[in-house]
């Protein structure tokens, strides 16, 4: 990295070098990639000879990745892989890593640094840079002397474990370049122009050949490990339910302690589980806990506790559905809900609840209102909709589904936009009449046939007021948190109780 460092001030000067050496109609494009070669011959020339004919790109191979794992150009299948890009002065560009975002100044809460999730469809590149397209598409060509100072084969296939540095022209990298910043929220940040070179380490972490079936099976694993999922067959429901330990307690007498936590929300509709028997006390095993350095991901049960006991103190105790005395919601009810959305590992996607999104987001996000619904109205996720008219009023409960019920297999962009209101009312008429008493005053155009009434005592009005500036505005800042493809969600969710209307 610190060969890296070395500014594109030299790639620059080979570009000059190169640009007076060519004739006078050499192609930025050639130009750009003798100034590229000169820049590694500078910092890293020992890679020379692991050139990529094609892309035009080098390789750096830091892990060859598992032998055990098949290379992901055999077939079309879906890549995790982590990605930092930088430019040639090593400025971060682009980044999945909690750090990175911290160093660029962009780092968020609303933010969950995991790996990206991308299709790679074989022969056709529908949704990767091309460069990093290229090389999991393509077996990558080393060097002899580099090969067998590493100790690896001459040609690498990228697969699950597989660890790159990529240097890329621009050619591979986009027309636009490449814009972002150390998160990927739609935070400002470094931009890469077009026409600038771009150097990309990334990492294979996984490879899913059936997304929706690993989604379902993440799914029933994480409800079995919660308290048990009810199977469909009654049959089948009393076997698992006799060979069930203590969780949840089974009651003959208490339909809703029949032995299982999690139970289809409705019998036609797979894997949108609903826990009615959930309380605000409850803290939930997650298979994989988002892993972080940082508050408040850092001491995750600590901010577990911490959840729990700002849903207990804002809600009051909470005995369980048996204790209810209230009606279901139905498809023609209207609950008002107060909820917390999660992925399976614990990273909190959203919440409408004023202490819990102090917890999560910062005291300066620790508002909310509740969120009015009625089913058959619609205008929330699907699971929703089977779920919440069984519940009755006062109830808590907790909703797990996949991705297809949810925010569908696409998921969701994560976007940041920024609003601002007042400071600019009376500063826009004071500018307005600025310009009529220049136009129309005492040497404007009409050479002062308006001069007393815009001159004087329109000007005179506007600029006496007591005028707000700039700096007076109220800027609002919103991020949405990015919800990757094919991505399972739990939420937690109480309704309110219903009250006279």
């Known amino acids: 990295m610190n060969r890296m460092i070395r500014t594109f001030g030299l790639a620059a000067l080979a570009l000059l070098a190169a640009s007076c050496a060519e004739e006078v109609n050499t192609s930025y494009v ?70 990175d975002a911290r160093l660029v100044g962009s780092y968020t809460p609303f933010t ?9 469809a074989g022969d056709t590149n529908t949704a990767l840079l091309e460069g990093t397209y290229l090389s999991m598409h393509n077996r990558l060509k080393l060097g002899a002397a580099y090969a067998e100072a590493r100790g690896l084969e001459r040609e690498v296939e990228l697969r699950c474990g597989s660890k790159v540095t990529l240097y890329m022209p621009s050619t591979v990298v986009g027309d636009g370049g490449v814009t972002g910043s150390g998160g990927y929220e739609g935070q400002s940040g470094y931009a890469l122009k077009s026409g600038r070179p771009f150097v990309a380490t990334l990492e294979i972490t996984d490879t899913v050949y059936n997304p929706l079936r690993r989604e379902g ?31 949840p307690i089974y009651d003959p ?94 990273f909190v996607l959203d919440s409408n609840i004023p202490g819990v999104r102090g917890l999560v987001f910062g005291e300066k996000e620790a508002k909310g209102t509740v969120e009015s619904y009625t089913p058959s109205r619609g205008g929330m996720i699907e699971a929703f ?41 009376y500063s826009d008429l004071l500018n307005y009449y600025n310009y009529m008493q220049a136009y129309y005053g005492a040497n404007g155009y009409y050479n002062g046939m308006y001069n007393d009434y815009y001159n004087n005592y329109m000007f005179g009005l506007y600029n006496n007021y007591n005028v707000p500036n700039q700096s007076d505005k109220v800027t609002t800042t919103t991020v949405q948190t990015e919800v990757p493809s094919f991505t399972p969600l739990l939420f937690q969710i109480y309704i309110e109780p219903k009250t006279e209307e």
């Open 385 to 425: 909709y089977y779920s919440i008219p069984v519940l009755r009023y006062g109830q808590w409960a907790a909703i797990l589904t996949t991705s297809t019920n949810a925010y569908g297999a696409a998921g969701k962009a994560g976007t940041t936009s920024t609003t601002s209101t007042g400071g600019s009312n």
């Open 253 to 346: 007498n208490n339909p809703y302690y029949d032995g299982f936590a999690w139970r289809n929300a409705a019998d036609s509709i797979p894997q949108v589980y609903i826990n009615v028997i959930y309380k605000p006390t409850e803290r939930f095993r997650y298979p994989e806990i988002y892993a972080s350095q940082y508050e408040p991901y850092s001491d995750f049960e600590r901010l577990e506790q911490a959840i729990c006991d700002t849903l207990v103190n804002r809600f009051g105790p909470y005995d369980g559905p048996q204790k209810l005395k209230s009606d279901s919601v139905t498809l023609n009810g209207t609950a008002k809900i107060w909820y917390i959305a999660r992925f399976l590992d614990g």
């Open 30 to 99: 050639e130009k750009e990639r003798l100034a590229l070669r000169e820049w590694m011959e500078l910092n890293r020339p020992e890679l020379l000879e692991n050139y990529q004919e094609e892309g035009g790109y080098w390789v750096d191979v830091l892990e060859p990745g598992s032998d055990e794992a098949a290379p992901i150009r055999d077939t079309a299948c879906w890549v995790r892989f982590t990605f930092t890009g930088r430019n040639l002065g090593g400025d971060i560009v682009l980044t999945r890593n909690e750090t």
């Open 217 to 247: 099976v993440d799914v029933d694993d994480f409800a079995r490990s919660n308290g048990g999922l009810k199977p469909v067959k009654p049959r089948a429901a009393a076997a698992v339910r006799a060979g069930e330990g203590d969780y």
């Open 112 to 120: 969950r640094y995991v790996p990206y999730y991308k299709y790679y």
